[in-house]
């Protein structure tokens, strides 16, 4: 009885709730991928409508998955491969600068990120025949921005 008077006083707290559900398993890591990839996406279309790079952050940090940031990476990589003009590509290169200099993405999960659409762009470029250059743009704009580095820059595929 004691415990479930506790349970009831904690999760009556403000944002108890949010914390209980970390604390009982059902936030954070012990989400499933599908779920995770998912919200990353609609996180990231939510910022190419709004444009609001703290709101993206903000919500990617209330995720609660540091281990799964390379996932924002490589989702933000290829829509901007997908995307037409030249809109998506600043906001997304912006969304990648902001993560970076405030340390929320990491140099591990921003090389991941990369590495996995590297591996991948063969399979892009069948969707999207032109991704090869736009990667090779995309990638100089990264390195100049001191976003990633010239080991990782250097390593991406060209045709």
């Known amino acids: 009885r004691a415990a479930l008077d506790r349970a009831t006083v904690l999760l009556s707290m403000s944002k108890g709730g949010k914390r209980i559900d970390n604390v009982w398993g059902s936030g954070g890591g012990q989400q499933s991928v599908k779920h995770l990839v998912k919200e990353i996406d609609m996180l990231l279309k939510e910022y190419l409508l709004s444009g609001d790079v703290l709101e993206a952050e903000r919500c990617l940090q209330e995720l609660e998955v540091p281990h799964f940031h390379h996932e ?88």
């Open 72 to 159: 924002l990476v490589y989702e933000a990589v290829v829509m901007v491969l997908e995307s037409t003009g030249e809109k998506t590509f600043k906001m997304i290169l912006d969304l990648l600068k902001s993560l970076w200099r405030s340390s929320v993405i990491t140099m591990d999960q921003m090389k991941r990120g990369y590495e996995r659409v590297y591996c991948e762009i063969p399979d892009i470029n069948l969707d999207v025949p032109h991704s090869y250059s736009v990667l090779e743009r995309f990638v100089e704009e990264c390195f100049q921005a001191g976003i990633i580095s010239k080991p990782l820059r250097d390593l991406c595929p060209s045709r």
